[in-house]
């Protein structure tokens, strides 16, 4: 199992490089971007690393994450609208580049890349104190909430790593305007929460009372 688990997940992360690298290279007509090359190294890297850990330690949850497929379909909408936001933003971060409109100075950049791999740190921190995580929003047999660790702070903390991991991106591009097109993901994410909380509330024993317990839902003192 755990070979044929390899070669998909081997399978899909190739694809997700060669995706986003044209994504961000073909528009900015050229690989003489910097900033591109760093942006795939802390994305994939770490990725790649994470894959393996999760590979060894939980099979199960990564088999789980590659094949998951979302069934609400509000949270489809949810999927093609993040999808749309990635394909256009990465599109305008590589015209950035090609036409030289006005990039974010290095230090920027740089400083974006040390909050990114700070928050992926974070991201696996999620996955160890909760098991259940899952791609789509369900409820799986034997689940049980986890109100310790981060999810003491707030309710969704994996989205709340996510908010700052997609925000970062376009930083790391050094692009404003990809920026720009990049806010509309918290909009998106708290329709998903919504509609996650509604589920979960319903279908979940304790969750109801972990609302009570946990006032934050993304950032503390925010929402």
């Given at each position: 199992?755990?070979k044929?688990?390899?070669?998909?997940?081997?399978g899909?992360?190739?694809?997700?490089?060669?995706?986003?690298?044209?994504?961000?290279?073909l528009?900015a007509?050229t690989?003489?971007?910097?900033?591109?090359?760093?942006f795939?190294?802390?994305?994939?890297?770490p990725?790649?690393l994470?894959g393996?850990?999760?590979l060894?330690?939980?099979?199960?949850?990564?088999?789980k994450?590659?094949n998951?497929k979302?069934?609400?379909r509000?949270?489809s909408?949810?999927?093609k609208?993040?999808?749309l936001?990635?394909?256009?933003?990465?599109?305008?971060?590589g015209?950035?580049?090609?036409?030289g409109?006005y990039?974010?100075p290095?230090g920027?950049?740089?400083a974006?890349?040390?909050?990114?791999?700070?928050?992926y740190?974070l991201?696996?921190?999620?996955?160890?104190e909760?098991t259940?995580?899952?791609r789509?929003?369900?409820?799986?047999?034997?689940?049980?909430?986890?109100?310790?660790?981060?999810?003491?702070?707030?309710?969704?903390p994996?989205?709340?790593?996510t908010?700052?991991?997609?925000?970062t991106?376009?930083?790391?591009?050094?692009?404003?305007y990809a920026?720009?097109?990049?806010?509309?993901?918290p909009f998106i994410i708290?329709k998903r929460?919504?509609n996650?909380?509604?589920v979960?509330?319903?279908?979940?024993?304790g969750?109801?009372?972990?609302?009570?317990?946990?006032?934050?839902?993304l950032l503390?003192?925010i929402?």
């Amino acid at each position: 199992m755990k070979k044929s688990l390899f070669v998909q997940a081997v399978g899909k992360f190739l694809l997700g490089v060669v995706l986003v690298g044209v994504l961000v290279f073909l528009p900015a007509g050229t690989l003489h971007f910097w900033r591109g090359w760093l942006f795939m190294g802390i994305l994939f890297v770490p990725m790649f690393l994470a894959g393996l850990v999760m590979l060894k330690k939980n099979p199960a949850l990564l088999e789980k994450r590659l094949n998951a497929k979302e069934k609400e379909r509000e949270q489809s909408l949810v999927v093609k609208l993040s999808g749309l936001m990635f394909l256009v933003g990465f599109i305008v971060a590589g015209l950035t580049c090609r036409f030289g409109w006005y990039m974010l100075p290095k230090g920027v950049s740089i400083a974006a890349a040390v909050v990114f791999l700070a928050s992926y740190a974070l991201y696996a921190e999620v996955l160890r104190e909760n098991t259940y995580l899952s791609r789509t929003i369900e409820v799986q047999e034997g689940q049980q909430v986890v109100d310790t660790g981060l999810y003491g702070i707030v309710r969704h903390p994996m989205y709340s790593v996510t908010l700052v991991l997609f925000l970062t991106m376009p930083l790391v591009l050094g692009s404003v305007y990809a920026f720009v097109i990049f806010l509309v993901y918290p909009f998106i994410i708290a329709k998903r929460i919504r509609n996650e909380e509604q589920v979960l509330t319903a279908e979940l024993d304790g969750y109801a009372a972990y609302k009570e317990k946990v006032r934050w839902r993304l950032l503390p003192f925010i929402w």
